[in-house]
């Protein structure tokens, strides 16, 4: 009879990335937003992570940088429509992807927790500088190289 009682969602998880130059107010307007649409949509926010301005792998919306936020949350199938919808409309918000986590999980047991500021890494380190076509500059002392710069014997 307990088994019938339970009231099983969907876990979802959100990360969008925003602007650069968000505020960290904004940047907290956007998260009550979103945890507002979830409510309101019947699912629970279980934890914002704020992972800070970082550097991101190719440039979003002409900007080598973004501010890094992920959202896990449960609910029906339909809140990440809402969820994304409003994140559309959000003009820092440049970039989102919504990833179904779990399917069946209890709405009770699943418990909120704090949300989390990441502190970012301000000097990130650059890639090793290669040379055409990817190979390494110079070579490492003791080591000799069984090809010349061209890839030949």
Do not use: W
């Not at 998880?13 to 409510?39: C, F, H, M, N």
């Amino acid at each position: 009879m307990a088994e019938s009682q339970k009231r099983l969602v969907r876990e979802y998880e959100t990360t969008y990335l925003l602007k650069p130059d968000t505020a960290d107010e904004q940047v907290d307007e956007i998260k009550e937003r979103l945890r507002g649409v979830v409510s309101r949509e019947g699912g629970k926010v279980i934890r914002f992570t704020n992972q800070g301005k970082r550097k991101t792998a190719f440039p979003v919306a002409k900007q080598a940088k973004a501010v890094y936020v992920h959202c896990l949350y449960v609910g029906r199938p339909g809140l990440v429509q809402e969820f994304e919808r409003n994140l559309k409309m959000i003009d820092a918000v440049t970039k989102f992807e919504s990833v179904r986590v779990a399917d069946e999980v209890d709405f009770d047991a699943r418990q909120v927790e704090a949300d989390v500021k990441v502190t970012p890494v301000e000097d990130e380190k650059p890639r090793e500088e290669r040379g055409e076509f990817g190979e390494r500059e110079r070579v490492e002392e003791g080591f000799e190289a069984p090809f010349d710069a061209r890839g030949e014997e």
